[in-house]
């Protein structure tokens, strides 16, 4: 059973940094894509980056392309998504998700059905 936790939101001004992480158990992490979500107050979840297993395969979201960088210590067992220049509007709970393998077909990434494993999310918040 994999078991995802996230970790390193919390407040930040308006143009600010911060960096979440995703920490894996139970399983040989470098098996599985991780994509990273997040849901803002009354929307639906959206997807913001995703990385492959060996992370040689990374897809971000438009709204977020030259801004947010995602990578991974496989050893670790440790997702990390690095946010820049965050704006107001991306306060939201992030959440990380994984699945078995690869998602290779366009758009799967970004489709939750496709991750089978899911951590109970961080709240990011942007205000000054």
């Known amino acids: 059973q994999v078991q995802l936790v996230e970790s390193g939101g919390g407040l930040v001004q308006p143009g600010g940094s911060l960096r979440l992480a995703c920490a894996a158990s139970?399983?040989?992490?470098?098996?599985?894509?991780v994509g990273w979500f997040r849901q803002a107050p009354g929307k639906e979840r959206e997807f913001v980056v995703y990385?492959?297993?060996?992370?040689?395969?990374?897809v971000h979201a438009d709204s977020v392309k030259g801004r947010f960088t995602i990578s991974r210590d496989n050893p670790k067992n440790t997702v990390y998504l690095q946010m820049n220049s965050l704006k107001p509007e991306e306060r939201a709970v992030y959440c990380c998700?994984?699945?078995?393998?690869?998602?290779?077909?366009?758009?799967?990434?970004?489709?939750?059905?496709?991750?089978?494993?899911w951590g109970q999310g961080t709240q990011v918040t942007v205000s000054s």
């Open positions: 998700a994984a699945t078995l393998g690869a998602l290779v077909y366009f758009n799967t990434w970004a489709d939750t059905r496709h991750y089978h494993y």
């Open positions: 139970g399983t040989t992490f470098s098996n599985y894509a």
């Open positions: 990385i492959s297993g060996n992370g040689g395969r990374t």
